[in-house]
C-alpha cells in the first residue's frame, strides 16, 4: 500500500512538473531577440549560481550541527536547525529560479551560436527537467526532514547545479556577440 502512494504521489509531481513547465514556456517569450543587456546578466547570474553553489555547502555542514548538539540546549538546537532549515529552502528556490533564468536565456541563445548542436540540446534539456525534479523532490524533504538528513541529495543538487552552469558557460563561449541585439532603450513613464 506504501508502495502505491509513493507512486502516487511521484506521478503527481510529475503532473504539477510538466504543468508548471507548459506555462511557463507560454509565458515566455522565445522570438524576442537576446540582447547585450540579456547576455552580461547571464553571465553574472552564472557568475552567481557558481559562488553561491560553492558557499552553500556550509549550511548543510555537519559539524556545525555536533557542534551545536554537544554544546546547546534543546531550545538552541531546535531553533538553529529551524534557522538551517528555512536559509536552505531560501537558498534551494533561488538557486531553482537562476537556474531557470539561464535554462530560458540559453534558449534563447541558441540560435546565436556558432555551430548549434540539436543533441547537446536535448541532453541540456534533460539535465535540467531533472535538476528541477531533484529540486522540488530536495524542496520536500527539505520541509520534512530537515537540511541535516537531506545532504546526499544535497550534493546531487549542487553538482547538478555546477554541471549546468559548466555547460552554459561553454554555450556563452560559443556565442556570436556581434549578432546579439543592441541594448534595449530605457522606458519613459
Known sequence: MTGLISILLLGTL????AGRLVLQSNRSNYTQPVTIEDFSRSRAALGSVFVETMTIRRIFSAEDMEYISR?????????????????AMKWLRNTRKQVGQLMDIHLRLASYTYEPNAKFEFRLTINYLCFVVVT???????????????????????RAAEHFCTVFSV???????????????????
Not at 554544546?71 to 538546537?77: D, E, H, L, M, R
Request: aromatic letters at 8%; zero cysteines; charged letters at 25%.
Open 71 to 87: 554544546t546547546g540546549t534543546s531550545n538552541v538546537q531546535d531553533f538553529f536547525v529551524s534557522e538551517r532549515k528555512q536559509l
Open 14 to 17: 510529475i503532473l504539477a512538473l
Open 171 to 189: 554555450r556563452l563561449e560559443k556565442i556570436d556577440v556581434a549578432k546579439l541585439a543592441p541594448e534595449r532603450k530605457a522606458r519613459t513613464v
Open 136 to 158: 522540488n523532490v530536495q524542496l520536500v524533504l527539505l520541509w520534512s526532514r530537515g537540511p541535516f538528513e537531506a545532504v546526499r541529495i544535497v550534493t546531487y543538487t549542487l
